[in-house]
């Protein structure tokens, strides 16, 4: 019975350890489709940051060509759309790469097309602010997560081996029998009294002893009580104290098991309220980086500004820009880990 609660409970384990794997690819998944929108967002942002880039360019060859502006202007904007093509050219790498992740993930390679179909997100990223019990989600990461089911589920077999352990070492009574049948083969010689001369001779073989045995003339049984008991330190007291120690680990494994979930669910939980919050402040630092461009190029056409600060206004733009996408592409990660730390993600 011992074999048979340990195997039981080792499919159980098996289960809990196929589940954990099952989330963290999920997760993994579902992380690689945010960072290939975020590659592509990044795109985005790097050609609009070219076009700015070119667009003053060509401004500036203007003003140049009727005398209104110094030829350094122009070499300065020139330096500026190779930088910015540069950042668009690592934008694409970075779509490839994540592309290829992604596809590595839920494609099968064995596939014509593994390496060159495309992928093309069809879900977009959400901003949706979320309400988060913390008390709660501990709660249900403490009830959900495969991991500590694992646990739990080793400790019901180290329990189960010190009840076990501890019944070897008591006293043992067994009762035990047995019935035999035997035959008797080969020729008897009836002699004249106790080693006398042989009178007569009774012919058998090997059928006869076989028949004997199975009409059951001769017959030997035995009934019994067997009683032991373990003498001093024996090897079946060693093994109760090592099952008790390995109850107490695996116990005292499961609390640290409880703190970390517990930690890990805490700091989730922070993620997603702290990404929450750059959404917002990265979006007015986009928008009021828009606004500063757009005076600097109505001062510009004044001949109040240079290319300089359009520049700077530019790159300031860019860099608020991909901000924001990042600030929502983080967010929707810590939505991810979230439910994974809560064990939640297959929901």
């Known amino acids: 019975q011992q074999r048979v609660v340990v195997a039981r409970n080792n499919e159980r384990v098996a289960r809990h350890q196929f589940e954990t794997q099952v989330m963290d690819i999920v997760r993994d998944v579902m992380t690689a489709y945010l960072d290939l929108i975020q590659s592509i967002r990044g795109l985005e942002v790097a050609e609009r940051s070219l076009e700015l880039a070119q667009n003053l360019l060509r401004n500036n060859r203007i003003q140049v060509e009727v005398g209104t502006m110094a030829p350094i202007d122009v070499l300065e904007a020139e330096a500026e759309v190779a930088r910015r093509e540069e950042g668009v050219i690592v934008a694409q790498e970075a779509i490839g790469n994540n592309e290829d992740r992604l596809k590595r993930l839920i494609n099968d390679p064995d596939s014509d097309e593994f390496w060159t179909m495309g992928v093309e997100p069809t879900d977009e990223p959400i901003e949706t602010e979320f309400d988060i019990d913390v008390a709660e989600a501990v709660r249900v990461a403490l009830e959900r997560r495969p991991e500590l089911e694992q646990s739990r589920v080793n400790l019901d077999t180290r329990d189960y081996n010190v009840r076990y352990t501890r019944n070897q070492t008591r006293p043992q009574v067994d009762l035990v029998g047995s019935l035999n049948y035997t035959g008797l083969g080969g020729t008897r010689f009836v002699r004249d009294g106790f080693a ?64 970390v979930i517990t930690q890990e669910v805490r700091a989730a939980a922070r993620a997603v309220d702290t990404n929450s919050k750059r959404i917002q402040t990265t979006r007015v630092a986009r928008e009021l980086a828009q606004r500063r461009l757009d005076a600097e190029e109505k001062k510009f056409e004044v001949g109040m500004s240079t290319s300089f600060f359009i520049v700077q206004a530019q790159r300031d733009l860019t860099e608020a820009a991909a901000n924001e996408v990042i600030a929502l592409i983080e967010y929707n990660k810590a939505l991810v880990n979230f439910q994974r730390a809560q064990g939640t993600v297959l929901d």
């Open 196 to 259: 006398g001369d042989i009178v007569a001779e009774i012919p058998g073989g090997y059928p006869d002893a076989l028949s004997q045995m199975f009409n059951g003339n001769f017959r030997n049984w035995r009934v019994g009580l067997e009683v032991s008991y373990p003498i001093g330190n024996s090897s079946e007291m060693s093994q109760h104290a090592q099952a008790q120690v390995e109850f107490r680990q695996q116990r005292a494994t499961i609390d640290n098991q409880e703190l």
